[in-house]
């Protein structure tokens, strides 16, 4: 199997786009009260609360998900930031802006792009050709035809050289080097040398990788402690990770045991300690036991967060609870 399509079949693609955050969403975030949940109807973008009570109406022509306290909206062409109340805290004003993490986001300037505090002030310059999200105290940005990284200070730290690395997660980010990927450290060290087809990001202590036409799992000093057996597979969570061979998924353990057998038409990661899976050409959730708790009955899933998943029903987008209930459903 080709990495592109590997990669696509462990992303949530919704025909929208509007729910693919869910997909990435960590298990481990603790519940939020003031929590905000993005909608779609009759076009335009809005967000309820947990208990499915709209507190944002649907009004803008695009919205990002809430992160670090704030969502970018656009307005008129031009992007600003709301609060969880749905305060205008930063007026529309850029041309382009990214989500918040670690207290910047990324923004469009004319000279190019820099990142704002939650102020809406300009704390590090737009010089850069593109930018990325802050991960552990580091961003990429491309400069210069290349890919580096700086600080929350806007500090050059790993000087531009890659042409397409990752963020880092656990310490260590992937990149790739001469047609091979590999793993390095927030030096830019290189610590685990580039010899894989394919690399992800390291969750729950392991990374996936590429050798051949096959994933298995390095840990963090790049030692193959799940041997390259599988057509495709996912990232670790709640102590699982889901993986497939021929037409088929399940979920192995760090051991690389199969505790969920492969009787799935596909598989996604755990979060909230709930897994989406396919079954019959339907979509419905399992435990970490293999146990169906939501019956196969929706067209698609996203990842439950804080105790609600966005669903396909029908041809529109909905949340249901962790007991497949539905929470909030779009006006017909």
Known sequence: MKPNRLFGAICLLSTAGLFAFASGAKSSVPLHPARRYLIIENGRRGFISRE???????????????????????VHDQYGYIDPSGKMVIPPQFKWAGRFSEGLALVREPTGYGYINKAGKIVIPPRFTWGWNFSEGLARILYDGKCGYINTNGTIVIKPQFVNPWQF???????????????IDKTGKIVIPAQFNWGWDFSDGLAMVMEGEKVGYINNQGALVIPARYDFGSRFSDGLAAVGTGKRWGYIN?????????????????????????????????????ATIIPPKFRNVGAF??????????????????????????AR
């Open 305 to 330: 967060v804080d105790g609600l998943a966005p669903v396909e029903n029908g041809r529109q987008w909905a949340y249901i609870n962790t007991r497949g209930g539905f929470v909030w459903k779009p």
């Open 254 to 290: 760090h051991a690389g045991k199969m505790v969920i057998p492969e009787r799935f038409e596909w598989a996604r990661a755990f979060s909230g300690h709930l897994a989406g899976i396919k079954l019959n050409g339907k979509w419905g959730f399992i435990n970490e036991r293999g």
């Open 52 to 74: 499915g009570r709209v507190v944002i109406p649907a009004r803008y022509s695009w919205a990002g998900d809430f992160s670090d306290g704030l969502a970018q909206v656009r």
């Open 169 to 183: 997660h656990e310490g260590l980010a992937t990149v790739k080097i001469v047609g091979k990927w590999g793993y």
